[in-house]
């Protein structure tokens, strides 16, 4: 892999970068440009179809328009990619396309979502809620909860989706950034729910979000990658996603040792 220098506004920016991140900023944004590295995103490829089963492309495709704010596109493709190989580490029933359709639509509420509820999503601090404004991180999950209802009703699956398989995807999309939630229900979840939260948490540890945020967040790579691994036990439901959690930040960590040396 190749790294180069780059250099950003307002931010410090790590001593290297990896050439294959490629970012974006929006054209037309109206916020300060010293908050403006929130808003970056790594523009969407036909490429990224790629990596997604195959079976669920024609769905990803219908909803794709819903996906193109703060790299939801890209995330959601990616994660994809990983959706095989966890669940290929479970011996118990799983209803894989139930947590196929949940992980596609679960961030697509982002697009209903201003610049600023996105700026303060990504850790904006001095920007304050409004009083009665929601949350984003809960406001993003409401609104894919709206946009999954309508898209679950409007396409023709093959076969249909019954009812009660609707409702597991609404409900997956819901508690999708609740890990503790999750994890720490009285009645165990279903393993579909479990399952979302952790393919969708694996987007931290990619290559492509890992170096992303070093920017968008304003972390240099050595911090970050320390962070993660901090915090890996209580972002991951299940031990399988944990493992294959572990197995990307090694990569990180291998990758951040490059530049630091
Ligand atoms: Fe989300
Ligand atoms: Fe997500």
């Given at each position: 892999m190749q790294?180069?220098?780059?250099?950003?506004?307002?931010?410090?920016?790590?001593?290297?970068?990896?050439?294959?991140?490629?970012?974006?900023?929006?054209?037309?944004?109206n916020l300060p440009t010293d908050q403006q590295h929130y808003l970056l995103f790594i523009p969407w490829e036909e490429s990224y179809l790629i990596g997604i089963p195959r079976q669920y492309?024609?769905?990803?495709?219908?909803?794709?328009?819903?996906?193109?704010?703060?790299?939801?596109?890209?995330?959601?493709?990616?994660?994809?990619?990983?959706?095989?190989e966890?669940?290929?580490?479970?011996?118990?029933?799983?209803?894989?396309?139930?947590?196929?359709?949940?992980?596609?639509?679960?961030?697509?509420?982002?697009?209903?979502?201003?610049?600023?509820?996105?700026?303060m999503s990504l850790g904006v601090s001095g920007l304050k809620?409004?009083?009665?404004?929601?949350?984003?991180?809960?406001?993003h999950a409401l609104e894919s909860a709206k946009i999954t209802t309508k898209m679950l009703n409007d396409y023709d699956f093959i076969p249909p989706l019954n009812e009660k398989e609707k409702e597991l995807i609404i409900q997956a999309?819901?508690?999708?950034?609740k890990p503790e939630e999750v994890a720490g229900a009285e009645i165990?979840?279903?393993?579909?729910?479990?399952?979302?939260?952790?393919?969708?948490?694996?987007w931290?540890?990619?290559?492509?979000?890992?170096?992303?945020d070093t920017l968008r967040?304003?972390?240099q790579p050595k911090e970050y990658v320390q962070n993660l691994q901090r915090d890996i036990d209580d972002y991951f439901v299940t031990d399988q996603g944990k493992e294959l959690a572990l197995k990307l930040l090694n990569e990180r960590l291998d990758e951040v040792e490059v530049i630091e040396k």
């Open positions: 790294f180069r220098k780059i250099s950003f506004p307002n931010v410090v920016p790590p001593t290297e970068f990896p050439d294959d991140v490629k970012l974006s900023l929006p054209n037309n944004s492309v024609d769905f990803f495709k219908r909803v794709l328009p819903h996906l193109h704010t703060r790299t939801t596109d890209v995330h959601t493709a990616v994660c994809l990619g990983y959706l095989d966890l669940l290929s580490q479970f011996d118990q029933p799983i209803n894989e396309r139930v947590v196929a359709l949940a992980l596609i639509l679960h961030d697509s509420g982002w697009s209903k979502l201003s610049e600023k509820e996105i700026a809620l409004t009083e009665g404004a929601k949350n984003p991180k809960e406001k999309v819901l508690y999708h950034d165990e979840m279903p393993i579909e729910i479990q399952l979302l939260v952790d393919l969708d948490h694996l931290s540890f990619t290559h492509q979000n890992f170096w992303q967040k304003g972390v």
